[in-house]
């Protein structure tokens, strides 16, 4: 398996407040610019072998802007990646935009269910971190060579539980911080 050094985007002003992005195209603001700056430093100064890998992001504004920033820091070409749609984040449907208080207030049922089970459970016309793990696991087999990915937090949850094979439970209440890089290594994950 290829080494893969997954970057989270900067903070969004969704993020800051709570909202359930999904695959809203919601750009970064400037805490999420400056943590998209430090990435890049460090994988330069850490990883400067980086520099040579294949780099690919999610399609969404966030995800570029995080991209593009990062490559500029690490001194290359910020325009020197691709795109692949299977890496954009989990779809939250009708549930993008509310924060979890707004949710509990419209559809406290259908909270209580995802309390439940929040690996199985699909948003009404959304997606569960099960449909999400489909695709992820698409993606992860098709990787061929030593990869950089700028994506979102669900599907950081859901790479870390295919590649360390962790159980339904644990995988989508993995934290994912945005101004940390997770490194897989072919044996193992950790944070820079």
Not at 156 to 185: A, F, H, M, S, Y
């Amino acid at each position: 398996m290829p080494t893969l050094v997954f970057i989270r985007h900067g903070e969004t002003d969704w993020n800051a407040e709570g909202r359930f992005q999904g695959q809203r195209d919601i750009p970064l603001n400037a805490r999420g610019r400056g943590q998209a700056q430090r990435n890049g430093r460090v994988l330069a100064e850490q990883m400067p072998e980086t520099a040579r890998f294949d780099f690919v992001a999610s399609p969404l504004e966030r995800t570029r802007q995080t991209m593009e920033i990062a490559r500029g820091a690490m001194g290359l070409d910020p325009s020197g990646y691709r795109l692949d749609p299977i890496l954009k984040e989990i779809t939250f449907g009708r549930w993008e935009g509310y924060t979890a208080p707004e949710l509990m207030q419209r559809w406290p049922d259908l909270v209580a269910e995802r309390d439940v089970d929040k690996w199985g459970f699909q948003p009404p016309q959304g997606e569960s971190y099960a449909m999400l793990s489909v695709r992820i696991g698409t993606w992860l087999a098709s990787v061929t060579q030593d990869t950089v990915v700028v994506s979102h937090g669900g599907v950081c949850r859901v790479l870390r539980g295919l590649l360390l094979g962790l159980d339904t439970e644990q995988t989508p209440n993995l934290d994912v911080p945005q101004d940390r890089i997770l490194v897989w290594d072919g044996r193992g994950t950790h944070w820079i």
